[in-house]
Each structure stands twice: as structure tokens, then as C-alpha cells.
């Protein structure tokens, strides 16, 4: 058996080596490639997927393999990089996107709303919320104020200076009662249409908004403040056991979806097999003539010819 000597020129290393470099070779696996990307398209997921390899994968690279810091690193330039070219953008939205899917989105808006329990206690449960109780307050002595200024001028002045505590600790008294009223306005059906055109209206605003606004609506500092809270909550550990744990969930529940589904039925692998293969092979042929894997084949190829002769 041929002794392996690292890096050493041997007949089966120049062979090899310059067998990838031909265009001979290059065609052949292309040919090869094809074949085998449409035989792919008619086997089920499950038989091509090693779901427990994937799974461990994504797991691996989530909980241990991932460098948080240059991963931040990478998101914040990312988003520099797409925040600049959306600052040059004058189109908008809607000049983009089909008119038939805008008209989609429409008749979306336009259908009724059907309000479920969870969203009843939803909205309930957001009206008890305190910052919605000091809006309240606010609202109904604002209105209170406004009103006594019209009718009694020195009695709304009055009230501004020494009765405002006074006043809101009264409205407070009464604020269980506003809640469920709001909490029923809200939930009511003759109501909601008011809420799906204002909901209407603000899609269609911000699809008529040139891209190059959405950059400008955030400011130097918000920014910089918004990167330094991606690069805190990419550097959790939590966080990052919990974005592992939430990727294998979704692989889970993908592969559940997709193992019986032969691979053609997701990817037109039949149709655009040749064009993948030639591709292929472009991604794949550096990676063969790196110095370790050529050495490797190589000292493969002399093992075999030894164990034949």
C-alpha cells in the first residue's frame, strides 16, 4: 500500500487534479448531476432527509456553534447597508407590489371581522391596562375642563390650577364602568367597520409611501439605539436558547408537513434539474481542489489501485 506523504506530488494527486481542471470532467458531472436531481424529484422528503441529523444540526448551530458577537456584528451592517439603499429609493410600496394583490388586500380590509372570545378578553384585559386608565382619566378631564371653560370660564381656570387631582380622582371612581363601556364599543360589530377603514386607510397610506421615508421616520439616535439592543439581545443566552429551541420546533413541525411529499413537489427539480446541476458544479469543483480533500481522493485512488493490483 502506497505510503501518504502530505503535500507530496504523486502520479494519482497530478492525475486527479488535473481531471477536475478538465472540461471533460465538468461536463460529466454536470451530466451526472442532472440525473440525479430529476431522480431526486420523484423520492418522498423522508427518504432523501435524515430528519434526526437535521434536527441535531439546528440545534448544534443555535445552542453552541454560533459566534453571537460577529452574528451582531453582522445584523447591525446589514441593516445599515439596507437602510441606505431604501434612503435611495423613490418608488413606493403600492409602485411595486401587482395591482391584483393590492385589490387582494383590499377586499381583506373589506371583509367582517369575526371577534372570539380570546380577543374579547384581549381587549379587556388591555382596558384594565394602567396607561389606558391614566388616557381615560385624561380624555374625560380634558373633555370636562374644555366644556366648563366654554360655559363658566373662571370655574374651567379654577379647575386647571386646584381641582385637577380633584377631579380625576373622581373620574377614577367611575372608571370600571368606562372600561366596560369601551370594552363593548370595541368589540361591538357596528363598530368594527370603523376600525377596519382606519386600518384600511393607514395600509393604503403606507403603501403609497415612497421607500425613502421609512428610512428618514428613524432618527440618528433611535437607530443607534435600536443597534444596541440587537447586539444585547443577540448576546443573550436566553435568547439564543430560545431562537434554537423555536428553530428546531419549526423543523419539527416542517418536516411533519413535508416527509410523505415526494421532493418535486416542492422544488422543480425536473424541469430546472440541468440548470441547478451547472451550478452546481460551480460551488462544488473549488471545494474539490482544495489541497486537503485532493490529497484525500488521491491517497484514495492509490489505495484502491494497490488493493486491485
Known sequence: MPRKVAGRSTPHHRSWKQRLQS???????????????KSLATLPVASVLDAKLVRELIAQCGAHMMNREAVADLVVDI?????KRLNRRRESLLE??????????????????????????????LMRQEFIQRLFTDVVFTAIVSFNKRVNPLFGALAVQVLEEQIKGFIRLFMPMLQRQATAFAINPANQRMLLNFT???????LNEPLSHYAAMVSTGQRRKGEALIRTALTDPR???SLASAAVAAWDDLYAVIRD???????????HAHWLAERSVEMILPALLRPQLLQ???????????DVS
Open 261 to 271: 411529499r415526494k421532493v418535486g413537489d416542492l422544488l422543480r427539480l425536473d424541469e
Open 200 to 206: 384600511r386607510a393607514i395600509i393604503r397610506q403606507l
Open 23 to 37: 472540461k471533460a470532467f465538468k461536463r460529466t458531472f454536470t451530466t451526472v448531476l442532472t440525473a440525479e436531481f
Open 96 to 125: 411595486l407590489l401587482d395591482p391584483a394583490l393590492v385589490a387582494d388586500i383590499d377586499a381583506l380590509l373589506d371583509e367582517e371581522v369575526a371577534v372570539t372570545e380570546s380577543v374579547e378578553d384581549f381587549i379587556a384585559a
Open 296 to 306: 484525500f481522493v488521491a491517497d484514495e485512488m492509490a489505495r484502491a489501485a494497490a
Open 239 to 241: 435568547i439564543e436558547s
Open 79 to 83: 441593516n445599515r447597508r439596507a437602510g
